[in-house]
């Protein structure tokens, strides 16, 4: 109908991400019916042809399946959701994403043979289809599917739905458009990008060796839009046009008055890439800022930063003008959607099992905040990027954190020093300092805050605080072997507090005591 009401008798298809993917289709149904002389053109923008790795972290974890945009769906809803979608498996990498971009999709660290022995079967890593089909569908039934609960064991899929995107992927990956049909590629580059996800042993102390606690990282590239990787957005055999929009230059350049920075999802709202749509319907192929044939180069002077953070702390990034990325609040109480923004240009925020990652421009002066969530540690990194070579990564590991409790790091030139306010009440009671190392005297003043703010009664506080005290004395004298020993006291007396037959007006509570317990297991490991 669309093409009798054109005045060329004719109509263009325009496909967004997995809608390329559909055209192709249409396509090829109307060329069973000898009707294909009806498209004139495809324009496929940002489409995942060959797959994404991203999407392979969906269906096995749940992880980033942002399906609405700045809402984080529960990684059990959206593994299942995933799980049972059809269409999902199509986004997954093929045989030829394997051949075209030669780039391992799954790496396995070889500490992670303590949980799993992944690497006896797949090596350090998986970089052909055959197993990463092996892998997925469960190691040829060695792995069963994981618990509803169980997000961190990696997913087993169903093999029906993967054979049949395996099916689909042999037709459109060997897609050819009809003689006389143009096709145009547009890909959207520059923006930190998952290529890959690599599988390690759970650090924390009381992972058992099993598969629900390994633990996962993601690997990035700047090849992409944050979401597909560019080799499969202009990946197509024949004659199709490519053209790339630097999505990095176009959001640093943006009056954030009145834009906001794009990426993947809302791509097409990017003004110059709707007037380079409108020229090619048109017939014009006129240049357009921000667009070009030729993939940009990520430059040698270009710096970007990479945060990585380790539960149970929420990540806020603020830049001078107060633009904020991070978590903003749902205020609806019944819901356990998580909301998050990107106001700061070429940032993003994501969360992938139990880690949150964020990233902005490395030359920009920004505050990083840290504000704790529950009891327990946490380890934040921050990668440095220059070019495209990580110089350096700094590591404050192990911080004890409470609900509540605050961290503060400026970043100019420099990483500055993280400044802690355990009970946010405006005192500074710890600084660390990047390059240093983190000492015990510092977390126990730390966990004494901790100890100190436990809803029981003061006697028990007071107890816990004195032996701490003494511990720490002994750290000062050198004597590291009696402090140990007095700190495996503290945490005897913890849980000794926890029984369920201490008076309850003494009883700390048991999952605050197991907590505490980890908090004083992390400090003994140092």
Same mark, same amino acid.
């Given at each position: 109908?669309?093409?009798?009401?054109?005045?060329?008798?004719?109509?263009?298809?325009?496909?967004?991400?997995?809608?390329?993917?559909?055209?192709?289709?249409?396509?090829?149904?109307?060329?069973?019916? +000898?009707?294909?002389?009806?498209?004139?053109?495809?324009?496929?923008?940002?489409?995942?042809?060959?797959?994404?790795?991203?999407?392979?972290?969906?269906?096995?974890?749940?992880?980033?399946?942002?399906?609405?945009?700045?809402?984080?769906?529960?990684?059990?809803?959206?593994?299942?959701?995933?799980?049972?979608?059809?269409?999902?498996?199509?986004?997954?990498?093929?045989?030829?994403?394997?051949?075209?971009?030669?780039?391992?999709?799954?790496?396995?660290?070889?500490?992670?043979?303590?949980?799993?022995?992944?690497?006896?079967?797949?090596?350090? =890593?998986?970089?052909?289809?055959?197993?990463?089909?092996?892998?997925?569908?469960?190691?040829?039934?060695?792995?069963?599917?994981?618990?509803?609960?169980?997000?961190?064991?990696?997913?087993?899929?169903?093999?029906?739905?993967?054979?049949?995107?395996?099916?689909?992927?042999?037709?459109?990956? #060997?897609?050819?458009?009809?003689? +006389?049909?143009?096709?145009?590629?547009?890909?959207?580059?520059?923006?930190?990008?998952?290529?890959?996800?690599?599988?390690?042993?759970?650090?924390?102390?009381?992972?058992?060796?099993?598969?629900?606690?390994?633990?996962?990282?993601?690997?990035?590239?700047?090849?992409?839009?944050?979401?597909?990787?560019?080799?499969?957005?202009?990946?197509?055999?024949?004659? /199709?046009?490519?053209?790339?929009?630097?999505?990095?230059?176009?959001?640093?350049?943006?009056? %954030?008055?009145?834009?906001?920075?794009?990426?993947?999802?809302?791509?097409?709202?990017?003004?110059?890439?709707? =007037?380079?749509?409108?020229?090619?319907?048109?017939?014009?192929?006129?240049?357009?800022?921000?667009?070009?044939?030729?993939?940009?180069?990520?430059?040698?002077?270009?710096?970007?930063?990479?945060?990585?953070?380790?539960?149970?702390?929420?990540?806020?990034?603020?830049?001078?003008?107060?633009?904020?990325?991070?978590?903003?609040?749902?205020?609806?109480?019944?819901?356990?959607?998580?909301?998050?923004?990107?106001?700061?240009?070429?940032?993003?925020?994501?969360?992938?099992?139990?880690?949150?990652?964020?990233?902005?421009?490395?030359?920009?002066?920004?505050?990083?905040? %840290?504000?704790?969530?529950?009891?327990?540690?946490?380890?934040?990194?921050?990668?440095?990027?220059?070019?495209?070579?990580?110089?350096?990564?700094?590591?404050?590991?192990?911080?004890?954190?409470?609900? +509540?409790?605050? /961290?503060?790091?400026?970043?100019?030139?420099?990483?500055?020093?993280?400044?802690?306010?355990?009970?946010?009440?405006?005192?500074?009671?710890?600084?660390?300092?990047?390059?240093?190392?983190?000492?015990?005297?510092?977390?126990?003043?730390?966990?004494?805050?901790?100890?100190?703010?436990?809803?029981?009664?003061?006697?028990?506080?007071?107890? #816990?605080?004195?032996?701490?005290?003494?511990?720490?004395?002994?750290?000062?004298?050198?004597?590291?072997?009696?402090?140990?020993?007095?700190?495996?006291?503290?945490?005897?007396?913890?849980?000794?507090?926890?029984?369920?037959?201490?008076?309850?007006?003494?009883?700390?509570?048991?999952?605050?005591?197991?907590?505490?317990? +980890?908090?004083? =297991?992390?400090?003994?490991?140092?």
């Amino acid at each position: 109908n669309s093409a009798k009401e054109s005045k060329t008798g004719k109509v263009t298809l325009i496909g967004h991400s997995n809608g390329g993917l559909l055209a192709k289709v249409i396509v090829d149904s109307l060329k069973k019916s +000898g009707e294909e002389k009806l498209v004139d053109r495809i324009i496929m923008v940002a489409t995942p042809q060959i797959g994404t790795p991203k999407a392979a972290l969906g269906l096995l974890h749940g992880d980033g399946s942002n399906f609405l945009y700045g809402v984080i769906l529960d990684k059990k809803t959206a593994r299942g959701f995933g799980e049972n979608m059809i269409s999902a498996y199509n986004l997954l990498p093929s045989k030829k994403y394997f051949d075209v971009v030669q780039s391992p999709v799954i790496e396995f660290d070889s500490d992670v043979k303590n949980i799993y022995d992944f690497p006896s079967i797949f090596g350090n =890593d998986i970089n052909n289809f055959d197993e990463f089909k092996k892998f997925l569908l469960g190691d040829d039934g060695k792995r069963t599917e994981p618990d509803t609960d169980d997000t961190d064991s990696p997913n087993v899929l169903k093999d029906n739905f993967f054979s049949q995107a395996e099916k689909t992927h042999e037709s459109l990956d #060997l897609w050819q458009a009809p003689a +006389g049909m143009e096709v145009v590629q547009i890909a959207g580059w520059g923006l930190d990008t998952i290529r890959g996800i690599k599988y390690d042993d759970c650090d924390f102390i009381f992972c058992p060796n099993k598969l629900s606690n390994i633990d996962r990282s993601l690997l990035f590239t700047q090849d992409g839009d944050e979401t597909v990787v560019v080799p499969s957005a202009v990946e197509m055999d024949g004659n /199709a046009e490519r053209y790339y929009v630097d999505l990095k230059l176009y959001n640093n350049l943006l009056d %954030l008055d009145f834009k906001v920075s794009r990426e993947h999802a809302d791509i097409l709202e990017i003004e110059p890439l709707q =007037d380079f749509i409108k020229n090619i319907i048109q017939g014009k192929k006129e240049s357009v800022n921000y667009i070009s044939m030729e993939k940009p180069e990520v430059k040698n002077e270009d710096k970007s930063l990479r945060y990585r953070l380790h539960s149970p702390v929420a990540l806020h990034i603020y830049d001078k003008d107060g633009r904020h990325t991070g978590l903003i609040e749902n205020k609806n109480p019944l819901s356990d959607l998580r909301f998050f923004e990107k106001q700061i240009p070429n940032s993003y925020y994501m969360e992938f099992g139990e880690t949150k990652y964020a990233g902005s421009e490395g030359n920009l002066v920004q505050t990083v905040i %840290l504000e704790g969530e529950d009891l327990g540690t946490f380890t934040f990194e921050i990668d440095e990027v220059i070019g495209k070579q990580d110089v350096k990564t700094t590591t404050f590991t192990n911080i004890p954190v409470m609900q +509540g409790m605050k /961290a503060e790091i400026l970043i100019s030139d420099s990483i500055g020093e993280m400044k802690i306010d355990v009970e946010n009440d405006g005192q500074i009671d710890a600084i660390f300092r990047p390059g240093e190392v983190i000492k015990r005297e510092d977390l126990l003043e730390i966990f004494e805050k901790i100890i100190s703010s436990l809803d029981v009664d003061k006697t028990v506080k007071d107890r #816990l605080v004195n032996k701490i005290d003494n511990a720490k004395k002994q750290l000062e004298k050198g004597h590291s072997v009696a402090a140990d020993a007095m700190l495996r006291n503290v945490k005897h007396q913890i849980e000794v507090f926890s029984d369920i037959n201490t008076p309850e007006k003494f009883r700390i509570l048991k999952d605050e005591a197991e907590k505490l317990m +980890g908090i004083m =297991d992390k400090i003994l490991a140092m």
